[in-house]
């Protein structure tokens, strides 16, 4: 193979011998590649077969099953709760050792289930390179497997093709490309084979065809110039590879809480133990046996089944309202999320054309309805205006005749048979009173000049009802006012007053608007043949269309919504700077949007690039760098980012956002594979809600340790106390180890199932680092766990004091430590309001049935006579009973004060809640 050819074949990015295939001349590519307009020779293509590889991505090397699999249990909260399941084997308690074994499990299951979430987003690329090509080959087209192209190879595209490599078009005949995958233009890409700029970015390279997108018309011819991981598409799955996946804040945060957790229950354990056999005389088995009890009950072993838990009823909360969570630590970072990057194409838009202004030399008129649905009115200064509307009849007319599109029904929902822009004009023309199918019919069309980027116009002639010919011209306005001497108006023809429309053409530019123009000849002459000729002499301007992919009616309330959730929305798009700003303006995504360009940021210091990405609003013309690049500035500076598309070309940043959010719908499979959340409706309000739930998962798991913490050190410090002060232990273990089962599967469980608190959607995300335990809580598991203290050795020394036995008095610590925790729960339900309401002490269906299950099983663990030979438990008198539960509603009540108190201070705010 030539030294040459080798230096040329690198990408499409790639320089090929000092020069760039978007900017080299067709005859230069075919020579660079050593190649000719009638192809290759089957034996030279056999031997670039043999040299460059297959037309495939690459697969990246997967680790061994084995592997994934014991890589779920390196995490210290799990041999945590490994070590805690051993201490309750050899202390006899085989339940609370298989409990905790079951968790553990569970857990590794799922996630070794979750790892092939990267593999399957590379296979969804994978499967969009065409399967089958039409190439030339010794001088005859023959039809070959897309895999078995080569560089320098020349393949034929047509409409509805799915390009097979990256080619540099040598031929382009009406050609138009949906590019939406790379480049979230939601109008088709026109194509031509005359160089493109050097620094043209990727949605201005109109010589080039890329990999994987789609053919929506015309025909062309193009030179293989990038195949495989070599291709635009390659070089996304090769973004996608280098993407390290991020953990979750929640489990960054269970992960830092269980290795401190551990160390200091460790040295506390160490050190009661040697106290224990050294300073009070406890014989060490015994004191072995307590100083694990205590252990097993100190370690919160019901956490990682809770959090697993309640995200799981996240997860069923979003699936119906239309949110599919392909991960669930996802649900708790979206609750966190502070920045969603939104793409706009279909995200923010419905990426449907609308025919939005017309413009005559006598009215402007704005059209209302969005997307293909014909429904709107034509409203001049907000009012329908008969004279203005008559007036853009012909104008209409015309759109509609000049035009090869349909527009159906199906299943409730308009689309488009042909180009989007032609089907934004039939819509137009239904909504002005047009019957397409009766008008085509009435004006019969006889010849047609297609549209072709070298002319940038398309030409129909007609017979008229009256049996005279009409030619209607449209196309680039520039060029139909070039072509044109007179203009219409109310009046009649006039000279063409190019400042007038030159000054529309720059309003509607402003407006993010593309616009087409349009002319007509009549009457033309007789003739049932369409040349350029009959375009040379008499054509009349009759006005402008300006066209917009119009933003989605509720997503202007759900960008409100996300403000006042502190939540920044920021559109990254592959689109033009004033289209995008537009829609941002429209969506009031800020009070004045502030928009980049990708040459803009390409411009950018690195220094100065984190800085200058939290300032903007808005991202144009970007590309799949450029949107990674913007994901990870923000997380460079603390934020927790969303990140929303549909597109190939948004995969790679999916991956590397803390949430990646795809769409079901208009979502290509290689984005819903590499996000966490897939949206069902496409519906940009489904994020919100996805945002609420998240934000009430991790309010739950923040109750669900605040009640945990505080109420097993309760037991813990009132057998360390026994201990160090040399009484009697309030419980044994056994006893301990009774809590410990009956609370942790019971009341352990039910505030995963809370609802919303009032005012979740008001207050702003919390920090990316801010604490699992804020000072709030910090105080609180202190503070309750001295009152728990304090009110379980009171009963205790209370019923001694009374002459009752110890295992009198044991029992009764026990049940009051019991009403404890179950008052302490109803407390917890609601940090940010007072308990002592209706609702509140109703307590949701999920609370009653595990108060039931307490109520019984105490009542069996006090009144049973096989309970109490098993934990050593003895009756209690109805005089005592009243007393357990009349200490329980004085904890109740200090707990509801000390919060009031808080509240009313402003101290819950301070505190971090």
């Not at 996630?111 to 994978?126: H, P, V, Y």
């Not at 031509?192 to 990999?211: N, V």
């Not at 280098?242 to 992960?255: F, Y």
């Not at 402007?364 to 008559?390: F, K, M």
Request: aromatic share 6%; with cysteine.
């Amino acid at each position: 193979m030539s030294e040459v050819l080798d230096a040329a074949i690198k990408g499409p990015n790639d320089q090929a011998s000092g020069e760039i295939w978007h900017a080299v001349d067709a005859e230069r590519v075919l020579a660079l590649l050593l190649t000719e307009r009638g192809g290759l020779s089957s034996a030279e293509a056999k031997a670039r077969l043999a040299t460059y590889g297959p037309n495939a991505l690459p697969e990246p090397p997967r680790r061994p099953a084995w592997r994934r699999l014991l890589a779920q249990f390196d995490n210290m909260l799990i041999y945590f709760l490994l070590a805690a399941a051993l201490a309750a084997a050899v202390l006899g308690h085989a339940i609370d050792a298989a409990v905790i074994v079951a968790v553990v499990t569970i857990n590794a299951i799922a996630g070794f289930i979750q790892e092939d979430k990267a593999e399957r987003a590379l296979s969804a690329i994978r499967k969009m390179i065409s399967p089958r090509a039409h190439v030339w080959r010794d001088g005859h087209r023959v039809s070959i497997a897309a895999a078995d192209l080569v560089p320098g190879d020349v393949v034929m595209i047509e409409a509805g093709d799915r390009v097979p490599a990256d080619l540099r078009l040598t031929r382009a005949r009406g050609l138009l490309i949906d590019e939406a995958m790379l480049t979230g233009e939601s109008v088709a890409a026109d194509k031509q084979d005359h160089p493109a700029a050097p620094d043209a970015p990727l949605g201005d390279r109109h010589c080039m065809a890329f990999c994987g997108t789609v053919v929506s018309a015309g025909q062309g011819f193009g030179v293989v110039v990038a195949t495989g991981g070599r291709t635009e598409i390659g070089r996304i799955n090769s973004l996608m590879q280098s993407v390290e996946q991020l953990t979750t804040p929640l489990l960054k945060q269970i992960n830092q809480f269980a290795q401190r957790f551990t160390w200091v229950v460790i040295v506390a354990a160490a050190a009661l133990f040697a106290f224990a056999t050294l300073a009070r005389g406890y014989a060490w088995p015994e004191a072995l046996i307590a100083v694990v009890a205590l252990a097993v009950s100190v370690i919160p072993e019901g956490l990682p089944a809770v959090i697993t838990i309640t995200l799981a009823i996240g997860v069923q909360r979003m699936a119906r309202r239309n949110a599919i969570i392909r991960r669930l630590p996802a649900v708790e970072s979206l609750g966190a999320t502070s920045v969603i990057c939104s793409d706009k194409t279909g995200t923010l838009t419905r990426n449907e054309m609308t025919a939005r202004r017309i413009v005559t030399a006598d009215h402007t008129i704005l059209v209302s309805g969005s997307g293909y649905v014909p429904r709107g009115e034509l409203l001049s200064d907000g009012r329908v205006d008969a004279s203005a509307n008559a007036a853009a009849l012909p104008l209409i007319r015309s759109a509609l005749l000049c035009n090869d599109a349909q527009l159906r029904e199906v299943d409730g929902h308009h689309l488009v048979d042909g180009d989007p822009m032609e089907g934004a004009l039939v819509a137009l023309a239904i909504k002005a009173g047009f019957d397409p199918a009766a008008e085509r019919s009435a004006w019969q069309r006889a010849d047609e000049i297609p549209f072709d980027a070298q002319h940038r116009f398309m030409a129909t002639r007609h017979s008229t009802p009256a049996g005279d010919d009409v030619i209607f011209v449209k196309g680039a306005p520039e060029r139909l006012l070039a072509m044109c001497q007179s203009q219409s108006s109310a009046n009649g023809p006039r000279p063409l007053d190019h400042q007038f429309w030159t000054e529309q053409i720059a309003q509607a530019a402003e407006a993010g608007e593309r616009v087409l123009g349009f002319a007509v000849r009549a009457p033309a002459p007789a003739s049932d043949q369409l040349g350029f000729a009959d375009l040379e002499c008499g054509l009349m301007f009759l006005g402008l269309v300006g066209f917009i992919d119009p933003p989605r009616d509720e997503v202007i309330q759900a960008i409100a919504d996300c403000r006042s959730a502190g939540i920044t929305v920021k559109m990254i798009t592959g689109d033009h700077a004033a289209t995008a700003g537009a829609i941002a303006r429209q969506l009031r995504l800020t009070e004045a949007p502030d928009t980049l360009s990708g040459a803009d940021l390409d411009r950018t210091a690195e220094h100065q690039f984190t800085e200058v990405i939290a300032r903007s609003d808005v991202f144009a013309r970007t590309n799949p760098e450029h949107k990674l690049r913007i994901v990870r500035a923000l997380q460079a500076s603390g934020a927790v980012v969303a990140m929303t598309g549909d597109g190939v070309n948004d995969a790679p940043a999916l991956k590397q956002a803390d949430v990646g959010i795809a769409m079901g719908r208009k979502g290509t499979e290689t984005a819903k594979e590499a996000a966490e959340i897939v949206l069902l409706d496409d519906n940009f309000v489904s994020i919100v809600a996805a945002v609420q739930e998240g934000r009430t998962v991790y309010d739950n798991i923040r109750k669900v340790i605040s009640w945990t913490i505080p109420t097993n050190g309760g037991e813990v410090l009132s057998v360390t106390l026994a201990i160090l002060l040399g009484f009697a232990m309030p419980m044994t273990p056994v006893q301990i180890l009774w809590i410990n089962l009956i609370l942790t599967v019971t009341l352990g469980l039910v505030l995963a199932f809370e609802p919303t608190e009032p005012g979740t959607m008001s207050r702003p995300p919390r920090a990316a680092d801010a604490p699992l335990l804020p000072p709030f809580l910090v105080w609180r598991i202190l503070f309750v766990t001295l009152l728990f203290t304090m009110g379980t050795l009171a009963i205790f020394f209370y019923a001694q004091a009374q002459g009752h036995t110890l295992e009198t008095a044991r029992t009764m610590a026990v049940n009051v430590l019991v009403v404890f925790k179950t008052v302490y729960l109803f407390n917890v339900r609601y940090l940010h309001t007072s308990s002592l309401f209706f609702r509140g002490a109703l307590g949701t269906p999920p609370v009653l049935i595990a108060l039931a299950v307490v109520i019984a099983a105490q009542l069996a663990f006090t009144y049973a006579p096989f309970m109490h030979t098993l934990f050593g438990t003895a009756p209690v008198s109805l005089q005592d009973g009243l007393v357990i539960i009349g200490a329980g509603a004085v904890m109740m009540v200090v707990l509801e004060l000390e919060k009031l108190l808080m509240r009313r201070s402003g101290a819950l705010r301070r505190l971090g809640v």
